[in-house]
Nanobody, 123 residues
Framework: QVQLVESGGGLVQPGGSLRLSCAAS?????MGWFRQAPGKERSFVSG????????YFADSVKGRFTASRDNAKNTVYLQMNRLKPEDTAVYYC???????????????????WGQGTQVTVSS
């Protein structure tokens, strides 16, 4: 069974940085991150295609977050800089089974989800 295991969440002050990692148990297609804050719907944060040449970001994080992947380790990363209190949420790693499928922003398009990792931005 495919598993996605996230790590790297935590508490950080505004303006600080965190790096999230997501290790997959096998080769995955497009991968990415969604987040969900209390009382809000799950929303797209970032995505990266299966060879790592194309990245996509929500407008709210563009210029602050970067994405990368290491397919030798079946791992994707989300580097989050200049964090803001509104970035506080549970972050979920997602992946698609088929390497031909492109990054999309709809949660239902993804085949696998991680358990989530909490990111809290607060002074």
């Amino acid at each position: 069974q495919v598993q996605l295991v996230e790590s790297g969440g935590g508490l950080v002050q505004p303006g600080g940085s965190l790096r999230l990692s997501c290790a997959a148990s096998g080769r995955m297609g497009a991968m990415g991150w969604f987040r969900q804050a209390p009382g809000k719907e799950r929303s797209f944060v970032s995505g990266i295609n299966w060879i790592g040449t194309e990245t996509y970001f929500a407008d709210s994080v563009k210029g602050r977050f970067t994405a990368s992947r290491d397919n030798a380790k079946n791992t994707v990363y989300l580097q989050m800089n200049r964090l803001k209190p509104e970035d506080t949420a549970v972050y979920y790693c997602v992946s698609k089974r088929n390497i031909r499928q492109a990054v999309t922003t709809t949660p239902g398009d993804y085949d696998y989800w991680g358990q989530g990792t909490q990111v809290t931005v607060s002074s």
